[in-house]
């Protein structure tokens, strides 16, 4: 597997650094917000580790903040990582590991947009794993440090969106999808959705334009149909030499 890592190059290993420090920025963010909003520092820090998805936390702790329930902020949570399950199916490769299955429940916690983002980016199999599995490592430690910083901060870095700080992490997140787009098909169904979820935005709740625009796919889920060709007659037997 070193040596799998070793193949990756410069500017896959800058790409990683870049989405790194765009989430350290948003994560120690986070965990100021949280404590500041009035929550005790180990829960923003438990729940970066259990919970490892920087929307689903912002929204739940949103919720909490804005006196919901808990039951309200787990279901806000949950809608919006509902997204994470197609993106399972994407990598389904790289998270197939029979002989370790720790591995595998390990590899699906790393499961994030950046991951995937950075898998998709290869075809190779060996390199698929070993970028998914290097960028996962890394955001989840770069993630969980500045959780940690941010929350021993306290109110050190105010609000992201006052300071502009939110915009670094959907920037980066685009800047690796960008050259997926090239394909006609999937820069179709990415329009698509995308008008969809933007159609949906002032009727809907947070996050559920988000699971709509999984519609853009829907042109290209089309059922395979048997084809009734004519059998192909057998050869004539080959006559004894």
Same mark, same amino acid.
């Given at each position: 597997m070193r040596?799998?890592?070793?193949?990756?190059?410069?500017?896959?290993?800058?790409?990683?650094?870049?989405?790194?420090?765009?989430?350290?920025?948003?994560?120690a963010s986070f965990g100021a917000i949280a404590v500041s909003g009035g929550l005790d520092p180990w829960v923003p820090i438990v729940m970066s580790v259990f919970v490892f998805a920087g929307g689903a936390?912002?929204?739940a702790v949103g919720v909490v903040l804005a006196g919901g329930s808990p039951v309200a902020a787990v279901l806000a949570a949950l809608v919006l #990582? *509902?997204? +994470? $399950?197609?993106?399972?199916? =994407?990598? &389904?490769?790289?998270?197939?590991?029979?002989?370790?299955?720790?591995?595998?429940?390990a590899g699906v916690h790393l499961i994030t947009?950046?991951?995937?983002?950075?898998?998709?980016?290869?075809?190779?199999?060996?390199?698929?794993?070993?970028?998914?599995?290097?960028?996962?490592?890394?955001?989840f430690v770069t993630w969980n440090l500045a959780v940690a910083g941010g929350a021993a901060a306290g109110t050190g870095l105010g609000d992201p969106t006052a300071?502009?700080?939110?915009?670094?992490?959907?920037a980066v997140l685009l800047a690796l999808v960008l050259p997926a787009?090239?394909?006609?098909?999937?820069? #179709? *169904?990415? +329009? $698509?959705?995308?008008?969809? =979820?933007? &159609?949906?935005?002032?009727?809907?709740?947070?996050?559920?334009?988000v699971l709509l625009a999984l519609l853009g796919l829907t042109p290209y889920l089309r059922p395979t149909r048997a084809v009734n060709a004519r059998p192909t007659p057998p050869a004539p037997p080959r006559e004894p030499s």
């Open positions: 040596s799998s890592y070793r193949t990756l190059d410069r500017g896959t290993l800058r790409d990683i650094l870049l989405v790194c420090v765009a989430d350290a920025v948003v994560g936390q912002f929204a #990582n *509902a997204r +994470l $399950l197609p993106f399972g199916f =994407a990598v &389904a490769d790289v998270l197939d590991d029979r002989r370790h299955r720790w591995t595998r429940l947009d950046e991951t995937v983002a950075f898998a998709l980016r290869h075809t190779d199999p060996t390199r698929r794993r070993a970028v998914f599995r290097l960028c996962g490592v890394a955001l300071l502009g700080l939110d915009a670094a992490f959907p787009l090239r394909d006609r098909a999937t820069r #179709n *169904a990415a +329009l $698509l959705g995308a008008a969809v =979820a933007l &159609a949906a935005t002032p009727f809907l709740p947070a996050g559920v334009p």
